[in-house]
């Protein structure tokens, strides 16, 4: 048994959740403490916070790390999203939370919150697998920017993130609305005009059936709704609720007439509540009518859950029903499919890149998580001819750095798009690098080695007619051999090979070579 604590520095809100987490009775929420503090309009209008708000947060976070204390938590994780994440000052308003708290904070990027979130949607439902079997779109409304990500068979086939969300779209907007029909008018049409490049972009002609909608504010409503007989089911001890899309519409036209202070007090929910599941209200409407959905779920979990859960994988305390990193893989291909590259040649690296790296594990040092980062660069390598044929390596390196992928860190997305711009040209040593970038010297190093294989790999098909399958690799002192069966002639590869020979060398202190058999 283990003890594990999860606090998520929010917009809105700040929580602690406290769990046992166990490989026979998995994770269980033991505690829970949750303090209301809107950081999120101060930081998403003027990128700062003011002196009283940083004070109470760190009069909040220093109760939560007494009650730690008093469980003997094993391991605890502290996260802050885009509230601190906007701030201009994030860096030194973290170091000085840190100093009067204690605490280590993360301020995780977009992509790693939705990705938790994600997780948390998994931790908590049994329903998540079944739900997703059919096309379905998860939407985690957050503070600053909502993110739609789309299943169908149980994968991921993209996500996007929008920049409308509840604190920041009031903000910009609530002051020029003439009454509250004048507002909801205007945050439709904004809707409408992102969703109709969403559906451009990534839906397409695709089925979307199912809703998922994060959002505590929305759930809040409804579970009042439901007590008071509202039709729509409850499941999985109160966790999870679904309705049909004719009676939400129902209940927002009941709701949208009322002003946030009779919203507060007839469905006795906070004043926060009452102002923010407006906006929330709005945004469902438009990705139910612009989605085509059927089914609206609401899931009862918060980043906490997600944070908890992927801690019980790491410490193998839990096991997961769900290949997450499939999923970082999926989003990957998609984009490597919205730029036209080229499968078959991204299938056949695939199959060479990593058995290399699983070749060179010893020697390199690198783990799991760099393989999936170099498997990530190989599928995205090419994504900058779609763009130009005379400058790919820049573009693939911008178009990498401009699109959020899912689960993926800035860092890790940075180490991405280096290795796949110093796959054509050429390589910049620590110092070079450094200068132009925030890379640490342990990134520089993971840079340097995937870059080696991707380029090695790179040069087994050089021209792009997959001569030769089923390669076996071989490690033997400091030779690396590569062997293959093919009557195709391979000149052009031999050559590539050969000059990409000493930049391997240079970093592993080992040389490749090829081995070919005829096959005939």
């Known amino acids: 048994m283990k003890t594990f604590a999860a606090i998520a520095i929010g917009s809105v809100e700040t929580e602690m959740r406290i769990y046992e987490l166990s490989p026979k009775k998995g994770m269980k929420e033991i505690d829970r403490l949750a ?88 931790s908590e439902s049994e329903s998540f697998g079944k739900i997703i079997q059919n096309g379905t779109a998860i939407v985690d409304i957050g503070g600053n920017s909502m993110q739609i990500s789309v299943f169908d068979n149980d994968k991921l086939v993209t996500t996007a993130n929008i920049p409308m969300g509840k604190i920041s779209t009031r903000v910009t907007y609530g002051a020029y609305a003439k009454n509250r029909f004048h507002y909801e008018q205007m945050v439709r049409e904004l809707m409408n005009h992102e969703m109709a490049g969403f559906g451009k972009l990534y839906q397409k002609d695709r089925l979307i059936k199912n809703l998922i909608v994060m959002d505590a504010d929305l759930l809040e409503i409804l579970r009042h709704l439901h007590a008071s007989g509202l039709t729509g089911k409850f499941r999985e001890s109160e966790s999870v609720y679904h309705v049909d899309a004719a009676t939400f519409f129902t209940v927002y036209d009941a709701v949208m007439k009322l002003t ?43 980043i906490c859950d997600g944070m908890c859960y992927d801690y019980g994988i790491r410490a193998k305390q839990i096991k997961s029903k769900h290949n997450f990193d499939e999923d970082i893989i999926a989003a990957s291909r998609n984009i490597a499919k919205r730029y036209k590259s080229s499968s078959s040649h991204i299938h056949n690296l695939e199959e060479l890149a990593l058995p290399i790296f699983d070749r060179m594990k010893k020697i390199s040092g690198l783990g799991s998580r760099e393989r999936l980062l170099l498997q990530i660069a190989v599928i995205l390598h090419n994504c900058g001819k779609y763009i130009s044929l005379n400058n790919v390596s820049d573009c693939a390196y911008n ?27 050429e390589f ?93």
């Open 35 to 122: 303090s209301r503090l809107n950081l999120g309009a101060d930081a998403y209008r003027d990128n700062k916070l003011d002196v009283d708000q940083v004070e109470e947060l760190c009069r909040i976070l220093n109760e939560f790390r007494v009650t730690m204390l008093g469980y003997k938590v094993d391991a605890y994780q502290c996260v802050a999203t885009s509230a601190l994440r906007e701030l201009r000052s994030s860096m030194i308003t973290k170091d000085h939370i840190e100093k009067q708290t204690g605490l280590k904070i993360q301020i995780i990027s977009n992509s790693e919150q939705r990705f938790m979130d994600y997780k948390s949607i998994a």
């Open 260 to 302: 946030p202070d009779e919203i507060s007090r007839r469905y006795q929910v906070s004043a926060d509540t009452g102002i923010l599941v407006i906006q929330s209200m709005i945004f469902t409407r438009c990705l139910i009518e612009k989605l085509g959905i059927e089914m609206l779920w609401l899931i009862d979990v918060s």
């Open 428 to 520: 910049a040593y620590y110092d070079a690098l450094a200068s132009i970038s925030d890379v640490s010297r342990d990134e520089y190093l993971v840079i340097a080695k995937l870059t080696a294989i991707l380029r090695l790999a790179n040069s087994l098909d050089r021209s792009h007619e997959q001569k030769f399958h089923d390669a076996s690799v071989s490690l033997k002192e400091n030779k690396l051999t590569i062997s293959i069966a093919t009557a195709e002639d391979i000149t052009l590869e031999k050559i590539a090979m050969a000059e990409q020979a000493g930049f391997f060398e240079e970093v592993f202190n080992v040389t490749p070579v090829i081995s070919q058999k005829k096959k005939y």
């Open 399 to 425: 178009i990498i750095m401009a699109t959020e992928i899912i689960g993926l860190s800035h860092a890790e997305r940075q180490i991405i798009a280096n290795v796949v711009r110093f796959n054509t040209s």
